[in-house]
């Protein structure tokens, strides 16, 4: 009976010992599935990239045959936020400001042509040789580094008339960067650089276009990104404050196909291709629907009238003139007006073809239109010219500094 009863405590000891070693168990088990692994799981969540960025990542790797390579950082480079110097209260009109000319051109290639020639004969097109083509060799992206602040985008449907692209003429840039793509990359260099204010210029290439593609640009234009991150103004050029961190769009498009509060809902300054004069020297347009005495001087004599097989040294010299007249009364006349010239120009109907590089840099005889632009701007310190559109500019060393160094912000100019 002794040995019977000393033994029961011993068992409830030791289920007791049994019942805390098993509860123990339980709970460290739980402790690491319930509390370790979801923590774990959080940290990676927290470290690695967001939905979100990830699909920022996604649309800019698209927009990249066109817009280039985007930064996830602010440039470190001082042409990337000079218009820092300027005060909110400058207005745009009284500025200089570089760009480009047929910007999405810079990749095309004779390599990039021959990749895209099914798709270009399925759309019914035949592109000649690519340098007949070719604008730029630096990328959007880049040009925006280096001070670039309007860029000339050429737009029509893609071949299988889903989304808006890129052409020059017969030239398909790209068949899978859109339209949405590339304002995307823009939109996410402006929240690098706040400091700074783009314009761009959009124009439709190829025929007539139809209300589809009027329907589809309006839509890109006027989609939530592009309210947040285009002036919303309609028919005036403001402040420099006014326009930081945001586009402002030069429609050199009609919307006359769609019912007409589609043209009110739009913003920008309007540029109808139907009173834009071809090849001129001298365009005098109106660009106010408010306001019929704001007027915009432009030059945009792309194709020297000289004649043919008369060498590369008399069209250069036909297009310097014209961009210098322009240029000139820039700075001398209508200080509250906007003036637009294009350095760019070329000749390929000649024998043999006079390229847009050979008319902006010229050969080992004969300097380039850009060169000659280079020693006028010596000769305009300290005035206001407008806007410049250049092809290959960084062909022509200090080009872009010796423009960016024209008139120092608050200068009297006139």
Request: charged share 20%; glycine share 6%; proline share 6%.
């Amino acid at each position: 009976m002794l040995s019977f009863s000393l033994s029961r405590p011993r068992d409830a000891l030791l289920s007791l010992a049994l019942g805390i070693g098993f509860f123990l168990c339980i709970l460290w088990i739980l402790n690491y599935f319930s509390i370790d692994m979801p923590s774990t799981y959080l940290a990676s969540s927290i470290q690695g990239p967001s939905l979100t960025s990830l699909t920022l990542q996604k649309v800019l790797q698209d927009a990249h045959p066109i817009f280039g390579t985007s930064s996830s950082k602010p440039s470190e480079l001082s042409t990337a936020t000079w218009m820092k110097a300027y005060p909110d209260s400058t207005r745009l009109v009284h500025m200089n400001l570089p760009g480009t000319h047929d910007s999405a051109t810079w990749n095309y290639t004779q390599f990039l042509q021959d990749e895209l020639n099914y798709a270009s004969k399925l759309g019914g097109f035949a592109p000649s040789n690519s340098e007949n083509y070719r604008c730029q060799t630096k990328s959007i992206a880049d040009s925006l580094e280096a001070g670039m602040r309007v860029f000339d985008l050429r737009y029509a449907w893609d071949i299988t008339r889903t989304s808006l692209v890129f052409w020059h003429g017969d030239a398909l840039s790209s068949q899978t960067a859109t339209l949405d793509d590339v304002l995307f990359g823009f939109y996410h260099w402006l929240d690098l650089h706040s400091s700074e204010a783009v314009i761009l210029s959009f124009q439709h290439e190829h025929k007539n276009p139809d209300a589809g593609t009027q329907m589809a640009l309006f839509e890109t234009l006027t989609s939530p990104a592009a309210k947040k991150y285009l002036v919303q103004t309609r028919g005036t050029l403001g402040t420099l404050g006014e326009a930081r961190g945001k586009i402002t769009l030069f429609r050199r498009f009609d919307l006359d196909l769609l019912p007409e509060e589609y043209e009110e809902m739009m913003p920008g300054l309007h540029f109808s291709p139907k009173q834009w004069t071809v090849n001129s020297p001298n365009i005098k347009l109106p660009y106010n629907p408010l306001d019929p005495t704001d007027f915009a001087y432009i030059q945009d004599y792309y194709h020297p009238t000289t004649p043919l097989r008369s060498g590369l040294s008399v069209p250069i010299a036909s297009k310097y003139k014209a961009l210098t007249a322009n240029l000139l009364r820039a700075t001398t006349t209508h200080p509250e007006e906007l003036w637009w010239s294009f350095a760019s120009s070329t000749k390929t109907d000649d024998k043999p073809p006079i390229t847009p590089r050979m008319m902006a840099l010229g050969d080992a005889k004969t300097g380039g239109v850009n060169a000659g632009l280079k020693g006028w701007l010596k000769t305009a310190k300290g005035k206001r010219v407008g806007i410049v559109l250049m092809d290959f500019w960084e062909g022509e060393e200090g080009l872009m500094e010796d423009f960016l160094n024209l008139r120092k912000p608050g200068e009297v100019w006139l």
